[in-house]
């Protein structure tokens, strides 16, 4: 069974940046796309980004495209997303998934992690 445990959020004010890392253990998703969303309250869970263990190609949500960034590191088995120039919207909570049924941006992965809190003071 495969286990992803995300870190990294906390309070900052808008404009600041934070790193969310998510760290998997158990197995190796090698063969799947890893995949960032959020969920706002009384929201539904919208998709962030993605990326691909082999060749790091990554995909972006236009809400998020040139402030986020999403990278891994093969060696620690970690994902990592990088957000700059936050504003109070992006506050949610931040889960990484791993293997999709489907296309990327849906929500209908295998493995969730348990999500960290991002809020943005404005």
């Known amino acids: 069974q495969g286990r992803l445990v995300e870190s990294g959020g906390g309070l900052v004010q808008a404009g600041d940046s934070l790193r969310l890392s998510c760290a998997v253990s158990g197995r190796t998703f090698s063969g799947y796309p890893m995949g960032w969303f959020r969920q706002a309250p009384g929201k539904e869970r919208e998709f962030v980004g993605a990326i691909r263990w082999s060749g790091g190609t990554t995909y972006y ?58 809020t943005v003071s404005s």
Request: net charge negative; glycine share 8%.
């Open 61 to 118: 949500a236009d809400l998020v495209k040139g402030r986020f960034t999403i990278s891994r590191d093969n060696t620690k088995n970690t994902v990592y997303l990088q957000m700059n120039s936050l504003k109070p919207e992006d506050t949610a909570v931040y889960y990484c998934a791993a293997g999709p049924h489907g296309d990327l941006q849906t929500p209908d992965y295998a493995y969730w992690g348990q999500g960290t809190q991002v």
